[in-house]
């Protein structure tokens, strides 16, 4: 194992965090009455309706009060209030400008309200307006939560390396959201007290996505860690160095950072908000800071995308933080396995013989196969120290997963059925969807070695195989199951309302929603 850091990589990474600007400020979201404001800048909920059918509430005072102005812009751009439509509206009414936004036919649940608050998000990240007030008229228990969620996810933005020039304009996305509503002032409490935490939890996974690998590195991810959960509640962080994972024979996660000059680090933040002694919900996730491929190089295109291989750690991590946030009453444990899978002169080589802190042993077929390589030593000490109810472990881990199922799903492997149905249930109420995949028996005939029980991968399809593999580290009787979220971790030209372009932190809703509807009492 190589022990010594060449000083020049670390210096120019130390440079790069200091003369960085600070992450982009994303609006306040305060809540008040439904009272419409008459001036500044408004962004109204309007529902569904045929053609020429008239509008009452707050369009219609406002549209009134200006004489039908707004009548007559919704008639001329054809605007019908369809789902996801908006209609941007500049100096009309008294106000500087006014967003209308598609609520849809019928009465909307909490995903569609959230979609309807990420689209007010997206124009708030883009607006230098100080103050925008959003006008929710529905009755619905929980919409002016449900809508400022979705306006956290929504304006999420990441500026944190861009320069500025130092125009005396406001700065695009700081000021104030107001949510108005007929619950008014008191939906601060449920905010303050529940999505707001799975908002933050959703920002840290996506701000560690997101930073380069010259700012965030195995021991980067785990000081930034400590940093986000300073202060928590019920919360114990316990980190495993080199010399610890020597000890407990993790030879299979130091294979993989033993090519890198930064090492190797085992993450595990426990959080004990349920009963005490009871068995606790385990996120584990792969925790690649970057991920060259090691000997077995990519290629050169698109290798950049790899500094987002350690989003299953990031979104393990947040969903954990979002549940000490909120104070969640639940044990959980998330453990993130994380290494820098680097070529050079003590890189591990195919045809090496791996053994794992199980004892089981394989043969490397290949360096870019490591996600799994990380997670075997990862579940197995999980599952020694804290003997989970459950086990989800979640990874980018094969471009077979995006063949297969692109960027609409992720990929659900597991042989619990009643898990399954739990998963995707959650997946689709949280707006993270599973697509289950099959673990056929066979699969584990594709990764036989003649040397070793077994190879780290081979064969078709790719993303079972690799499935299997973990799978074979899964104590027998345990609830487990694992997600590929290769296609779902990275945004580019198909950003949804709530989720911008660039790092999605997928899974940290999915997971939060998964322990509200399953272990919490």
Not at 113 to 134: L, M, Q, T
């Amino acid at each position: 194992m190589r022990r010594h850091r060449p000083l020049q990589p670390l210096l120019f990474a130390a440079l790069i965090a200091c003369t960085a600007l600070p992450a982009a400020a994303q609006r306040d979201i305060r809540f008040e009455s439904p009272q419409a404001p008459t001036s500044g800048t408004l962004v109204l909920a309007v529902p569904q309706v045929a053609d020429g059918e008239a509008r009452d509430g707050a369009f219609a005072q406002i549209d009134a009060a200006s004489q039908g102005a707004l009548s007559r812009a919704v008639a001329a751009a054809a605007f019908t209030g369809r789902a996801d439509s908006q209609l941007d509206l500049p100096g009309i009414a008294g106000f500087d400008r006014v967003l209308l936004v598609g609520a849809g036919d019928g009465a909307p649940d909490a995903r569609r309200i959230e979609d309807i608050g990420g689209h007010v998000g997206r124009f708030a990240a883009r607006s230098k307006a100080p103050r925008i007030d959003v006008l929710w008229e529905g009755a619905e228990a929980g919409a002016a939560t449900q809508l400022a969620f979705g306006a956290a996810l929504g304006q999420y933005r990441f500026d944190k390396y861009r320069t500025t020039r130092g125009d005396d304009e406001p700065a695009a996305g700081q000021g104030e959201l107001v949510v108005r509503s007929p619950a008014g002032a008191a939906a601060a409490q449920d905010w303050d007290g529940d999505w707001k935490a799975v908002a933050e939890g959703v920002k840290f996974a996506r701000d560690l996505v997101t930073e380069p690998a010259n700012a965030v590195w195995p021991e980067e991810f785990v000081a930034r860690t400590r940093a986000a959960f300073a202060g928590k509640a019920n919360v114990s962080i316990e980190v495993l160095d080199v010399p610890a994972m020597e000890r407990l024979g993790m030879g299979s996660l130091l294979a993989v950072g033993q090519g890198s000059a930064r090492p190797p680090r085992m993450l595990i933040v426990r959080y004990n908000g349920g009963a005490r002694g009871e068995a606790p919900v385990a996120f584990v996730g792969k925790g690649i800071t970057f991920d060259s491929g090691g000997l077995s190089l990519k290629p050169g295109e698109n290798m950049w995308r790899m500094k987002y291989d350690m989003t299953g750690a990031a979104s393990a991590t947040g969903a954990v933080l979002a549940l000490a946030g909120r104070r969640a009453p639940v044990n959980a444990v998330a453990v993130a396995a994380l290494a820098e899978n680097m070529p050079s002169g003590t890189a591990s080589r195919p045809g090496d013989v791996v053994r794992t802190a199980s004892g089981k042993t394989y043969e490397i077929i290949s360096t870019d196969a490591e996600g799994r390589m990380v997670l075997v030593d990862a579940l197995w000490y999980v599952q020694r120290q804290d003997n989970p109810r459950v086990i989800v472990d979640i990874a980018t881990l094969t471009g077979a997963i995006v063949t297969a199922l692109g960027n609409d799903y992720a990929g659900l492997f597991t042989r619990d059925d009643a898990l399954a149905a739990q998963l995707t249930a959650a997946g689709e109420a949280a707006g993270e969807p599973l697509w289950r995949m099959p673990m056929h028996p066979g699969y584990g005939k594709m990764l036989e070695s003649p040397i070793a029980d077994m190879r780290n991968g081979g064969g078709r399809p790719g993303s079972g195989t690799a499935a299997h593999f973990i799978g074979e580290f899964i104590d027998a009787g345990r609830a487990w199951a694992h997600l590929d979220i290769a296609g779902m971790a990275w945004r580019d030209g198909n950003e949804l309302s709530t989720t911008p372009a660039g790092a999605s932190g997928y899974g940290v809703r999915l997971f939060d929603r998964f322990v509200r509807e399953n272990y919490e009492r």
